[in-house]
């Protein structure tokens, strides 16, 4: 009698290749790891991980490099854009991603960012908005919501004394010079897989040299939040989408569907995404 040989096990999931195996010091139940993961494995499909420049400035984002195994140049706080395109400028070969997050990039980095974008720098900037300060306080950030109790503002974001939450995606989408711009969540695994269909395309724009790319994360901070990981996760679903919609800002690349701008339009003709119900996307 032949014996049967056992067939070979088939491999459904390994951890990327430059996703450093250490343990994380992030807090319980904190997005940034899922965010992690994603990076990894786009950058490693598009075999750019072994050229990969990665800036990280001040905040949560900043320990990024003991967990993604590229080189990384941290930046002062905000300052990630601007040090990514004197990389960019120096290092042409290089492939350059920035790593940053809301209390980052929306705030004192507001005007690196915009004017990077503006100027269509070769850079994919990755942009953690968990809405909170969470590394120092968690104190109210310009992405926090409406009514959102933070330390800094315990009885919730008072629009009359502190604004409205700065769409900067939004902001970021109708500039010329960016390719593409969305917005994804680490809510649940449909979501976690369109977030990585985005930085993917995000990523490829800059390998074709079409122009700055960005993409939002929506992501939580269940000690900032004062919830557990599961009410946080609840919340992003149910509360935070409906001030943040899902999906594609901005689409401006080569052979992108029809109806959307290209690099060098007037700003203002980009593709948008509708205001969706929550938890609909692009």
């Not at 400028?89 to 005007?111: K, S, W």
């Not at 994919?124 to 919501?145: H, S």
């Not at 409205?164 to 593409?180: D, S, W």
Request: proline fraction near 7%; aromatic fraction near 6%; glycine fraction near 12%.
């Amino acid at each position: 009698m032949t014996a049967t040989v056992p067939a070979a096990p088939r491999v459904i999931y390994q951890r990327p290749a430059r996703l450093t195996d250490v343990s994380t010091r992030y807090c319980p139940g904190c997005g940034h790891g899922i965010i992690h993961r994603l990076v990894a494995e786009v950058l490693e499909d598009l075999g750019v991980d072994g050229r990969t420049i990665a800036v990280a400035p001040v905040g949560c984002s900043v320990f990024a490099y003991e967990y993604l195994g590229y080189d990384w140049c941290e930046a002062p706080h905000g300052r990630a854009p601007a040090v990514a395109t004197g990389i960019r400028r120096v290092r042409p070969d290089a492939f350059v991603l920035t790593y940053q997050g809301d209390g980052d990039l929306a705030a004192i980095g507001t005007g690196e960012i915009v004017h990077a974008a503006a100027r269509g720098e070769l850079i994919t900037a990755i942009f953690v908005n968990n809405g909170i300060y969470g590394m120092t306080g968690g104190q109210m950030a310009p992405t926090t919501l409406v009514g959102q109790r933070t330390t800094s503002s315990p009885t919730g974001r008072d629009v009359r004394a502190a604004g409205y939450p700065v769409p900067m995606t939004e902001m970021l989408a109708v500039l010329p010079g960016v390719a593409f711009a969305a917005r994804g969540s680490i809510a649940d695994p449909s979501a976690i897989g369109k977030t990585k269909a985005y930085i993917r395309k995000a990523c490829e724009a800059q390998i074709r040299g079409e122009g700055f790319a960005v993409v939002e994360v929506l992501s939580n901070c269940p000690v900032g939040w004062g919830m557990t990981a599961q009410e946080s996760i609840r919340y992003l679903q149910d509360v935070v989408v409906q001030t943040y919609p899902l999906g594609v800002l901005a689409d401006r690349r080569a052979g992108a569907q029809s109806g959307a701008a290209r690099p060098g339009t007037p700003p203002g003709t980009a593709r948008h995404a509708e205001n969706r119900p929550a938890g609909q996307e692009a």
